[in-house]
Structure formats: structure tokens, C-alpha cells
């Protein structure tokens, strides 16, 4: 589906794997942390998740295998794997352009199932977050990616219909819940993919 950004009001990107390339370095943190755990989480299985919260994601798993654990315990554990490969971020530019050549000219919001500490850092390691007007987070609504909770609190906190925003999104989750929201949307895996270990 493609869309002319300059014909929306306001602009939604997704963090992970959209802005940043973060989804390689993601997928080492859930590796190396669910081992501990004794619990294996294939890359396949890991890209299927995109846009679902962490605590979600290891309470699934957890269950899966039989395991009791902490999941949000695990979930901050599995987040500080993954800071530890921070300084390996690297911006995804055509998404990044798009946002720059937007910027200061229409409303922009980050909207990510990620929690709020670890997307903030991501946005200022590519050196972005200042050009977004707000930033809503596994923290802001209760129902997450594929619901259209996410992406309608953005919209709610610029003012904007949903159906005059512009969604950016690499993830099936995501996706759908750009849908769910009546808002158009780009794929961005029609302009990046993210390497893959194995």
C-alpha cells in the first residue's frame, strides 16, 4: 500500500524495526536471556511477535514450556540484554528521512510496544527524539498490538482524526492495529529487512 505522507496530518511511526534497526539486536537479547531460562524462542516465532510487549511475550512462552517465572522480571532482564547491544543501533534511512523531511511541518508520535526508558534510548542513539511531539508506550494503554490502542492515544494527543494519520510499521501485529485504528499505513518491509542470524 503506498501513501504520499504529505497528504496526512499527522504521522505514527513504530519504533523498533521501523525508525531503528533493532530487531537483530532484539532477537540476541530474547536469545540469550529465555536460555537461562530454558526456554528456546526461534527467530521465525520472534518476528511473528513483533509490536507485542515484552512481559507478554515471556508469560507466553513461560507457559509454553512449562516454566515458572517472573514475567515482568524477565521482560527488564530480556531489555537490559538488549541495551547491552545499544552502541550497534543503527537508524533504518528511509523511514528516518521521511520523518526528518517531515519534521516541524505536521504532528509526529512514536507509538511502540516497547516500554518507554528502552525506546527513548533507542531514539536518542539515532538522534531523533526531539523531532516527535509525543511518544505513547507499553506503559500508556492496557490492550496492546494487534488493538488500536496504541496508535489512537497518539492520534488523541495531537488532535488529529485517525482516519488523517499515517501509519509506519514493519510487523503484522502492527499492522492490524493500524487497521483496527482506521488509519492508513506503509509496510515498511517494502523498503527494509532486518538480517537474520541463522
Not at 531503528?20 to 536469545?31: A, K, Q
Not at 495531537?158 to 492495529?177: H, K, S, Y
Request: proline share 5%.
Amino acid at each position: 500500500m503506498v501513501h504520499d505522507p504529505g497528504t496526512f496530518d499527522a504521522l505514527i511511526f513504530d519504533c523498533d524495526g521501523t525508525l531503528t534497526d533493532s530487531m537483530p539486536l532484539h532477537y540476541l537479547g530474547w536469545r540469550d536471556t529465555m536460555l537461562r531460562y530454558g526456554i528456546e524462542f526461534g527467530e521465525d516465532r520472534f518476528y511473528s511477535l513483533g509490536g507485542m510487549p515484552s512481559n507478554k511475550i515471556v508469560a507466553m512462552l513461560a507457559d509454553e514450556f512449562g516454566v515458572a517465572i517472573d514475567s515482568q522480571a524477565v521482560a527488564h532482564e530480556k531489555e537490559e540484554a538488549f541495551l547491552a547491544y545499544l552502541d550497534q543501533l543503527q537508524p533504518i534511512l528511509p523511514i528516518v528521512d521521511i520523518a526528518k523531511n517531515c519534521r516541524g511541518k505536521k504532528p509526529m508520535a512514536v507509538a511502540s510496544g516497547g516500554f518507554r526508558d528502552v525506546i527513548q534510548k533507542q531514539l536518542v542513539q539515532i538522534g531523533v527524539l526531539e523531532w516527535f511531539d509525543t511518544l505513547v508506550t507499553a506503559e500508556d494503554t492496557t490492550r496492546h498490538k494487534p488493538e488500536p490502542d496504541v496508535f489512537l492515544e497518539a492520534a488523541r494527543r495531537m488532535n488529529t482524526p485517525a482516519n488523517r494519520c499515517l501509519v509506519f510499521e514493519d510487523a503484522d501485529l502492527g499492522i492490524e492495529a493500524a487497521r483496527r485504528a482506521g488509519m492508513a499505513y506503509i509496510d515498511v518491509r517494502a523498503v527494509h529487512m532486518p538480517k537474520r542470524w541463522t
